[in-house]
């Protein structure tokens, strides 16, 4: 696995007492677990697309209609 290094400033440094330290060690931590688990979700469901070139451009086609007709281009 790699390594992840949180930079802090050192004039925010001098301020962090150990318990908030780990505090915002603890959140950091729990943010990167939840984003890495998200994009895990999205691999695994872009592995199962079934998603050809052709079916993509009728499907670019059909978002860039939509977006005009919401924003009244057309």
Do not use: N
């Amino acid at each position: 696995m790699g390594e992840i290094v949180i930079r802090v400033p050192e004039d925010v440094e001098r301020y962090l007492t150990p318990g908030l330290r780990r505090k915002i060690e603890i959140e950091a931590l729990r943010e990167i677990e939840a984003r890495l688990l998200k994009a895990k979700k999205f691999i695994e469901l872009a592995e199962k697309s079934e998603l050809d070139e052709k079916k993509a451009e009728k499907l670019t086609e059909e978002l860039k209609k939509a977006l005009a007709e919401r924003y009244g281009v057309i």
